[in-house]
């Protein structure tokens, strides 16, 4: 997950390890976020902050797991090759402002809004990158946002239309 | 003689012996003799003929009709394992084993047989092993007996069979007549055409089993054949206290399990509930209930509820029964919840759902309506006051998409917008009006906004859309089918991206996408749109369909702290029993679905109550 100058932060790292060092730092603002929120949501949304902070921490981890691969460009030539669906739905669904947690829809429209502008800005870094194995990075960090979109879509449609 | 006598004695071989080894040999000599029997031809059985029986395992659902009927007590029902059991389809894993020792060939069996699995062969001969000799209990399968194939002999026909697969027609109001106002659709059977419907009924008791409440229908449907209406009400208010609502709007799982829609139409036992508390006058049934109530004395303990829905409502019915005092605190001018504010009058008129509350209230169930807690009562209040407290609130929120524009102040919720009708509210009646969603509230609102255009404007502009295609929209299929009768356009498989807002703030219409799946792999809903495929409905409303939530705020932080959440609902074991020993929850707000479950959850927690109360009482 990305703040909104990571883009040109990240558009500076040179190397594989820089980015996903980056990219660390980022899952883990969106993890203390989460976490953050936790102490000033009622109890019924906690379960979903706190889920939403787990992922965020899965997501950290597997990073960090990363950056210590010594085979990393294999990895993510693996990775990149499978594709995924993006549905685009929460290109529609209007991102509440940051105070704004009044009931557990906001709280996923919040989350999904995040993943989505994560998503857009590794998409728009790998575009801007030749062919690379930091553009295979972009790209790969950009399939995960959209796969941890997609999840939240699921949640959202479930509670929303269900 | 005697000598002669004397010598088959001494020749006689005791039955223990096995006599000498060349004993075999010795039959060799009777090969060259002819035979003096004369072999035994089979008669050829006629094409009907009733032998043994034949029982098509794929065919039959276990339903036990044929053991049921059976005068000679021959036949009885064998559980299988290995057998599929889905008791919402109207399938049990049993099928019928016959006693020859008992049958008399009659063929009742296979002529009252609801599936036609049950047939009987051409076979009369029964020849088995060793292990069988004893043996003239069969489980008969396709193939006939011990898997020796038997040819079919009597089997059910047109001219033979006892049923009737065909429902009686009910009457309702024709479409173009029904479109001009809020009346009742459906007139209910008359007389002779209850008793034909009734009459149909094979007592099998899976809409029993089937029926969330596990009402006693095939014992109302037999009273009402018996033209005991009376018997009929009271078999009903056994688990029922609410036979006016569940006679109209009941989704009937009852009749999804039904054994007459293997081969025709399942019996329509919701109607026949209607017929049978329409038939008996108001205050006979008052009468009826309090006679069948179980006597117990007043023992001064006390149960608050927060909301007078029919899981709220039917907690209470229970409760005071059991001698409690209860007291259900309501929000709104009038009881009934979403039976009252959620559910068109066309399907459910109001003073039906008022004869089942007065009934209710008759029993000693106190309803303070325009009550609201949190405001009007305060919930420490409730707690301090009383033994225990149930929260039966329901969903009382529509969820919004909140796509676009969907904060636009002629975007209602439906649930809402069908409160406003109800209670008569003004607000502008739409020239034309988009729904999103594919439910029965969204067939509701439709409706019932068709009605209003009908009535201002002698025009009908309505489109529902929906995620699913037609087939997969979760409203009941006579709900579609009305609807598309009275002029309202259903578009399927289309997804909701925007309600279009002009530069005056006016509302121009819903922008929608084709929707190519509405689920993934994992079945998990997430639709995929083709975003190419791009429709704007114009209209100057949209209502929204979808989903609804609960507002629990009421409750406060301390206890919102002391309970446990799951998924943003309050978190009950199995009876409804929360975190807190004085609380239970129970309805939509803790499962959201329909009357008859609310009902069933509804009998659920007051069991649970009232077996804390009783602890209470004996410990103090």
């Known amino acids: ?162 | 003689m005697s000598k002669i006598k004397l010598k088959v004695q001494q020749e006689a071989i005791s039955h223990a012996s096995k006599g000498s080894m060349l004993r075999p040999f010795k039959a060799l000599a009777f090969l060259g003799r002819k035979p003096v029997t004369e072999a035994l031809q089979a008669r050829i059985a006629a094409d009907i003929y009733r032998g043994f029986h034949l029982n098509d395992w794929d065919k039959c659902i276990g339903c036990s009709t044929c053991h049921t009927i059976c005068d000679n007590a021959a036949i009885q029902m064998v559980y299988i394992p290995d057998l599929p059991s889905d008791l919402l389809a109207g399938k049990k894993p049993f099928r019928p084993a016959i006693d020859y020792g008992r049958c008399c060939w009659c063929g009742l069996c296979v002529d009252i047989c609801p599936t036609g699995s049950l047939a009987l062969s051409k076979e009369y001969i029964h020849t088995c092993t060793e292990d069988h000799i004893d043996s003239y209990f069969i489980l008969p399968d396709p193939k006939g007996m011990h898997k020796q194939p038997f040819e079919k002999g009597w089997e059910k026909s047109d001219q033979t069979d006892l049923l009737l697969h065909h429902r009686q027609t009910m009457q309702q109001l024709p479409a173009l007549e029904r479109i001009q106002n809020f009346d009742e659709i459906v007139q209910g059977f008359t007389d002779q055409a209850a008793f034909e419907e009734a009459s149909r009924c094979i007592q099998c008791g899976f809409c029993h089993d089937a029926c969330p409440a596990q009402m006693h229908a095939p014992e109302y449907i037999r009273a009402i054949w018996e033209h005991n209406f009376e018997q009929a009400v009271t078999q009903i208010y056994r688990t029922n206290p609410f036979p006016n609502v569940c006679g109209r709007v009941c989704t009937h799982r009852c009749e999804s399990a039904c054994a007459m829609q293997v081969r025709g139409e399942a019996i329509a036992i919701r109607w026949l509930k209607r017929y049978a508390i329409d038939k008996v006058p108001h205050a006979r049934v008052k009468a009826l209930v309090s006679q069948s109530e179980i006597s117990k004395p007043d023992n001064n303990l006390s149960v608050a509820i927060i909301g007078a829905g029919p899981a709220g409502l039917t907690a209470a019915f229970d409760l005071v029964q059991q001698g409690h005092k209860v007291k259900v605190f309501e929000a709104a001018d009038k009881a009934g919840g979403m039976m009252r504010y959620g559910i068109p009058e066309y399907r459910l008129p109001a003073d039906k759902l008022d004869e089942d509350i007065a009934i209710i209230t008759s029993m000693g169930v106190e309803i303070v309506c325009n009550t609201i807690v949190g405001k009007d009562v305060s919930m420490e209040d409730i707690v301090t006051e009383y033994d225990a407290v149930l929260l039966a609130t329901g969903l009382q929120q529509g969820r919004s998409s909140r796509i676009p524009g969907s904060n636009h102040k002629n975007v209602y919720s439906a649930i809402e917008l069908l409160a406003k009708i109800k209670r008569q509210e003004d607000f502008i009646i739409p020239h034309k009006a988009v729904i999103i969603g594919g439910g029965n509230v969204a067939m509701d609102i439709a409706r019932s906004l068709a009605r209003l255009q009908q009535q201002y404007y002698a025009n009908i502009n309505i489109i529902v859309t929906t995620l699913e295609t037609k087939d997969a929209m979760l409203a009941d299929d006579s709900e579609k089918r009305e609807a598309l009768e009275e002029g309202i356009v259903l578009e399927n498989s289309r997804g909701p991206l925007e309600c279009m807002v002009c530069d005056d703030e006016t509302l121009e219409g819903l922008k929608t996408v084709a929707c190519l799946t509405v689920f993934d792999k994992e079945g998990r809903f997430h639709p995929q749109y083709d975003y190419t495929d791009e429709v704007i409905y114009s209209a100057d409303m949209v209502v929204e369909a979808i989903g609804q939530n609960t507002v629990l705020a009421f409750l406060g932080d301390t206890i919102t702290e002391q309970l446990e959440w799951q998924q943003g609902k309050i978190k009950v074991d199995n009876e409804g029993h929360t975190a807190l020993e004085w609380l239970w929850s129970v309805g939509d707000m803790v499962k959201g679905s329909d009357v008859i479950h609310a009902i069933a959850k509804g009998h659920q927690v007051a069991k649970s109550i009232d077996t804390y109360l009783q602890n209470i009482k004996v410990f103090s």
């Open chain 1, 1 to 162: 997950m990305l703040e909104k100058d990571a883009y040109q932060q990240i558009k500076e790292k040179k190397t594989l390890q820089e980015v996903l060092q980056a990219a660390i730092a980022f899952e883990k603002t969106a993890r203390d976020f989460y976490q953050s929120l936790l102490t000033k949501v009622s109890k019924p949304l906690r379960g979903l902050v706190l889920e939403l902070a787990q992922e965020e921490q899965r997501h950290y981890e597997l990073f960090t797991e990363m950056a210590q691969k010594q085979n990393l460009a294999e990895i993510l030539q693996e990775n990149i090759l499978i594709p995924k669906m993006d549905h685009r739905f929460s290109d529609y669904i209007q991102t509440p402002k940051l105070s704004d947690f009044a009931d557990d829809q906001a709280i996923l429209q919040y989350a999904l809004g995040r993943e989505q502008a994560a998503m857009e800005q590794y998409r728009a870094l790998a575009k801007e990158t030749p062919e690379s194995e930091l553009k295979d990075l972009f790209l790969f960090l950009a399939i995960e946002e959209q796969a941890h979109k997609s999840e939240l879509e699921k949640r959202y449609y479930t509670m929303v239309y269900t």
